[in-house]
Structures are given as structure tokens and as C-alpha cells.
């Protein structure tokens, strides 16, 4: 058990160090486009080439690799050319906006998806399941930005019952945090909830749950003490890989309802050529992601101990 641990951590950080490489590698290693991005194209050749001496882009490409790796793992981000402000300090905020956004949706995509995979796969084949069928094709086939324009249209102009912005200005608010919350719940919910029922629906007929049933024992009862441990292995993983996405996969909501999030930020940081902000946005969104990987993999554990013992092979 130990032993798998310690590859999973080994594994993600051989994957951390790769993809950094690659972000600094598809940024930096063309230093005239840096020096260009950074002092406008209108710099002169003999700006861009003093601004690469003073800031060390001459010296050997992992030298500066290195160098870079560093200052990120220390807090030192550098300065947004677009912002004019540190980028920690930039992007602290956004993380935070879109922390309570994610938040809030998988409040409501959780409990949402698990209630109707549950009751789908209990009852495989019946009316309910195929209603959830239905549901799961239409939310996981229609975008972001359609749903959002579907959801403005009826709640924003035909009854006006929510703003069509999402800026904060005043602070959190539900009735501006209603309608992208709406949109990024719709979007998950529909896989989650399919994925929760294929796996409850294989559950239900393995043998113990059978033999539950003979002894008697009462559906509720099976469920709780049987059922929802064993099927919930395969939801809580696939929960757990919509946190990424919700981080850095919500830039057209965000950017819809100009909510000031960090897939805005990194929006903004792209149009703009940013580099540095681009730099990190990127890395924050790879520690995210291997920090969701882990935390599935000790949840999964948990709920099955069996995993644990194999390394992550049921």
C-alpha cells in the first residue's frame, strides 16, 4: 500500500515537472517572441535585445528552465505585461471567484446526479431510467454557451427574474451567481448521473446484493449497506476529474456573464498575449488537476479498500 502511494506521488510529479517543461518550452523558447510580448511590437531591435541580456534569455535554455521552476515554486510569478500588477496577487482573487462558482455548482450537480443515478439504476430499464437517458444525451450534447444563451433568454428577458451579468461588484450574490451556476450544473450533472447508474445497475446484480434480497432484507437497507459504497467508486472519480474543469474549462461561462473568474483571467491573458499570466494560469491549472487525481484516488481507496492494495487496479 505504501508502495502504490509512493509511485502515485512519483507519478504525478514526473507529470507536473513534463508539463511544465512543455508550457515553458511552447512560451520561451523563442526568445524574440517573448521580448516582443512583453515591450509591444513597436520595441526596437536593440530595446529587445538589452530587455533579454538584462533578464538573463540568453543563458542556456534549463538554466532558464530551471530558474522559472523555481520562482513559481517559491511565489515569485513575475509581472502581467498586460495588468502591470504581481501575478500572485492577480490571480489569488480570480481563484477565489471561481472556487465559490465551482462551489456552488457542485452543490447543486452532486446530490442532483447521485439521487437520479441511484434511483435509475435501482429500477434499470424503467421509465425513469430512460427519462434520465434522455436527460444525460441533451445536457452532456448541448454547450456551455447555448444553454447560457437558452437560460438568458428565459430568465433574463422573457421574465425577468435574474441579471444577465455576473460581475460581483457588490460582493457574492445568489441572484448573479444563480444563472452560471445553472448553466455549469446542467453541463455535469447529465454525465455524472448516467455514470452513477451504469454503476449502481452493475452493482445490483452481483451476488451478496442477491443474497440480501433473499434474506429479506428491505431496499432502503441494501442500498445504504450494500449498494452506494461498491457504486460510488466510479462517481466520485468522475466528480472529482469535473474540479479541473471547472477551473479552466468554464471560460465561456464566465466570460458570458463576465463573472471575474479564473477562466476569464486566462481568457483576458490569451487575447493579450500575457505570457507570463499564461505561464501561470497554466501551471495552477496542472497543480489542480493532479491535486483532484490524488485526492480520487484516496477517496476511491477509501470506499474500496481493495484498490489500495492493488495500486488503483480494481
Given at each position: 500500500?505504501?508502495?502504490?502511494?509512493?509511485?502515485?506521488?512519483g507519478?504525478?510529479?514526473?507529470t507536473?515537472?513534463?508539463?511544465?517543461?512543455?508550457?515553458?518550452?511552447?512560451?520561451?523558447?523563442?526568445?524574440?517572441?517573448?521580448?516582443?510580448?512583453?515591450?509591444g511590437?513597436?520595441?526596437?531591435?536593440?530595446?529587445?535585445?538589452?530587455?533579454?541580456?538584462?533578464?538573463?534569455?540568453?543563458?542556456?535554455?534549463?538554466?532558464?528552465?530551471?530558474?522559472?521552476?523555481?520562482?513559481?515554486?517559491?511565489?515569485?510569478?513575475?509581472?502581467?505585461?498586460?495588468?502591470?500588477?504581481?501575478?500572485?496577487?492577480?490571480?489569488?482573487?480570480?481563484?477565489?471567484?471561481?472556487?465559490?462558482?465551482?462551489?456552488a455548482?457542485l452543490?447543486?450537480?452532486?446530490?442532483?446526479?447521485?439521487?437520479?443515478?441511484?434511483?435509475?439504476?435501482?429500477r434499470?430499464?424503467?421509465?425513469?431510467?430512460?427519462?434520465?437517458?434522455?436527460?444525460?444525451i441533451?445536457?452532456?450534447s448541448?454547450?456551455?454557451?447555448?444553454?447560457?444563451?437558452?437560460?438568458?433568454?428565459l430568465?433574463?428577458?422573457?421574465?425577468?427574474?435574474?441579471?444577465?451579468?455576473?460581475?460581483?461588484?457588490?460582493?457574492?450574490?445568489?441572484?448573479?451567481l444563480?444563472?452560471?451556476?445553472?448553466v455549469?450544473?446542467?453541463?455535469?450533472?447529465?454525465?455524472?448521473?448516467r455514470?452513477?447508474?451504469?454503476?449502481?445497475?452493475?452493482?445490483?446484480?452481483?451476488?451478496?446484493v442477491?443474497?440480501?434480497r433473499?434474506?429479506?432484507?428491505?431496499?432502503?437497507r441494501i442500498?445504504?449497506?450494500?449498494?452506494?459504497?461498491?457504486?460510488l467508486?466510479?462517481?466520485v472519480?468522475?466528480?472529482?476529474?469535473?474540479?479541473?474543469?471547472?477551473?479552466?474549462?468554464v471560460?465561456?461561462?464566465e466570460?458570458?456573464?463576465?463573472?471575474?473568474?479564473?477562466?476569464?483571467?486566462?481568457?483576458?491573458?490569451?487575447?493579450?498575449?500575457?505570457?507570463?499570466?499564461?505561464?501561470?494560469?497554466?501551471?495552477?491549472?496542472?497543480?489542480?488537476?493532479?491535486?483532484?487525481?490524488?485526492?480520487?484516488?484516496?477517496?476511491?481507496?477509501?470506499?474500496?479498500?481493495?484498490?489500495a492494495?492493488?495500486?488503483?487496479?480494481?
Amino acid at each position: 500500500m505504501l508502495k502504490a502511494a509512493l509511485l502515485k506521488l512519483g507519478g504525478a510529479a514526473a507529470t507536473m515537472l513534463a508539463v511544465s517543461l512543455l508550457i515553458f518550452a511552447l512560451l520561451e523558447f523563442n526568445v524574440e517572441g517573448v521580448a516582443a510580448k512583453v515591450l509591444g511590437q513597436f520595441s526596437t531591435a536593440d530595446q529587445r535585445h538589452a530587455w533579454l541580456q538584462a533578464n538573463g534569455y540568453f543563458d542556456p535554455f534549463v538554466l532558464r528552465y530551471l530558474r522559472w521552476l523555481g520562482g513559481f515554486v517559491t511565489g515569485r510569478w513575475g509581472t502581467s505585461t498586460y495588468y502591470h500588477a504581481d501575478i500572485l496577487q492577480l490571480i489569488r482573487p480570480r481563484l477565489a471567484a471561481s472556487g465559490l462558482l465551482g462551489g456552488a455548482a457542485l452543490a447543486v450537480t452532486i446530490p442532483t446526479a447521485l439521487i437520479l443515478g441511484v434511483a435509475a439504476g435501482v429500477r434499470e430499464g424503467s421509465g425513469l431510467d430512460r427519462l434520465l437517458s434522455v436527460f444525460a444525451i441533451l445536457s452532456t450534447s448541448v454547450p456551455e454557451f447555448a444553454s447560457a444563451v437558452f437560460l438568458s433568454a428565459l430568465f433574463v428577458f422573457k421574465l425577468g427574474w435574474l441579471p444577465g451579468v455576473s460581475t460581483l461588484s457588490s460582493g457574492p450574490s445568489l441572484r448573479e451567481l444563480a444563472l452560471p451556476t445553472l448553466v455549469l450544473a446542467i453541463s455535469a450533472s447529465g454525465y455524472i448521473s448516467r455514470m452513477t447508474r451504469a454503476s449502481v445497475a452493475e452493482v445490483m446484480t452481483s451476488p451478496y446484493v442477491r443474497t440480501a434480497r433473499l434474506k429479506g432484507a428491505s431496499m432502503a437497507r441494501i442500498i445504504r449497506g450494500h449498494v452506494l459504497r461498491n457504486a460510488l467508486v466510479t462517481p466520485v472519480t468522475v466528480i472529482m476529474l469535473q474540479i479541473p474543469w471547472l477551473l479552466s474549462g468554464v471560460i465561456v461561462v464566465e466570460v458570458f456573464f463576465a463573472y471575474p473568474g479564473f477562466g476569464t483571467l486566462l481568457y483576458q491573458a490569451s487575447i493579450n498575449s500575457d505570457i507570463y499570466l499564461i505561464e501561470a494560469c497554466a501551471m495552477v491549472g496542472v497543480v489542480v488537476v493532479v491535486a483532484s487525481q490524488i485526492v480520487s484516488d484516496i477517496l476511491c481507496a477509501w470506499l474500496n479498500p481493495r484498490l489500495a492494495m492493488t495500486g488503483g487496479r480494481p
